[in-house]
């Protein structure tokens, strides 16, 4: 059985982290968000349960998303890491990157307000401390189905992330999913800009596969990055709940951009998510850009 440790992203928009523990195996999987606050109260509830930093074997990544890597540098960088080989295209920042991100989200922006707020959200995935770089890993090939080290699997996927690991133990029928599956977020799917390109890309088509991936291994209890864990048939149920309301944001996408597909993407999320545009921009902005990208409704190519 794991042992869960919760802690705060220090704004109360953003959602409380999860940290897990084997200590069967001394496996600690994800590390919280990049805030010396988060980790000392980690570091207290983790001592508090007769644990010591010098117990940890391996820390595994479950994705590239700064909240659940960006603690990792407050960690002694002589505990190896497991992840999947993408994260390394998101260790470090350079000024290219931040103009290119500038460059392409500018076509799809009328309000100067969310740029700013969406930019900040992109650079933010990007650990400017090199914290996966400067220590010895074992990084899981994209291209790979399975690695096991141990009594665990990892499996590389694409859909909340380009970066996803699940990380499944069969003894336990459990499964550590990071953010692939949440409790009532029906816009999970963050837009990346894939550098190699040079233009924004969407990963949502592939999200519905990585949670059927997740049935398909019928765990008993899956832990998730964000809230209470699992169990299979609520797993199933928030699928089902999340295809549907997918369906119902791609129609109305849809019934939009096939009228004027110049509109822009940015005022189109205002238009269909206005309750929820004061809460973030960011997400319903990335979900409504998915569906462009994935409908081929512009070409991003200069």
Not at 83 to 98: A, C, K
Not at 262 to 289: C, G, M, N, R
Request: hydrophobic share 35%; aromatic share 12%.
């Amino acid at each position: 059985m794991l042992k869960q440790f919760t802690v705060s992203q220090g704004d109360e928009l953003l959602p409380d982290v999860n940290i897990y523990w084997d200590n069967e195996n001394k496996i600690l999987f994800d590390c919280g968000p990049d805030r010396l606050q988060s980790f000392l109260v980690f570091l207290r509830m983790f001592r508090n349960a007769g644990n010591e930093l010098d117990d940890i074997k391996y820390i595994v990544l479950t994705h590239h998303h700064i909240d659940h890597i960006g603690g990792l540098k407050f960690f002694p960088e002589s505990i190896p890491v497991i992840y999947n080989e993408n994260i390394l295209n998101f260790q470090g920042i350079q000024w290219n990157t931040i103009k290119n991100n500038e460059r392409l989200i500018d076509r799809f922006i009328i309000k100067d307000e969310y740029k700013v707020q969406i930019l900040n959200r992109m650079l933010m995935e990007y650990d400017d401390s090199y914290s996966v770089k400067k220590r010895r890993g074992f990084p899981i090939k994209a291209s790979t189905e399975t690695s096991s080290f141990g009594e665990w699997t990892f499996i590389p996927v694409e859909g909340h992330s380009s970066s996803d690991l699940i990380c499944y133990r069969r003894k336990n029928a459990e499964i550590v999913s990071g953010d692939i599956i949440l409790h009532n977020v029906f816009f999970n799917n963050i837009i990346e800009m894939d550098k190699t390109q040079n233009k924004l890309v969407s990963f949502r088509k592939m999200s519905i596969g990585e949670m059927k991936k997740l049935v398909d291994l019928q765990p008993i209890e899956i832990f998730i990055g964000h809230g209470k864990p699992f169990e299979l048939d609520g797993l199933k149920i928030n699928i089902k709940n999340t295809i549907r309301r997918r369906k119902r944001t791609e129609k109305k996408v849809n019934n939009i951009f096939e009228t004027d597909r110049l509109k822009p993407v940015a005022q189109t999320a205002e238009e269909i998510f206005k309750t929820f545009i004061s809460y973030d921009y960011f997400l319903p902005f990335s979900e409504v850009l998915n569906i462009y990208l994935d409908n081929n409704y512009d070409s991003f190519d200069d």
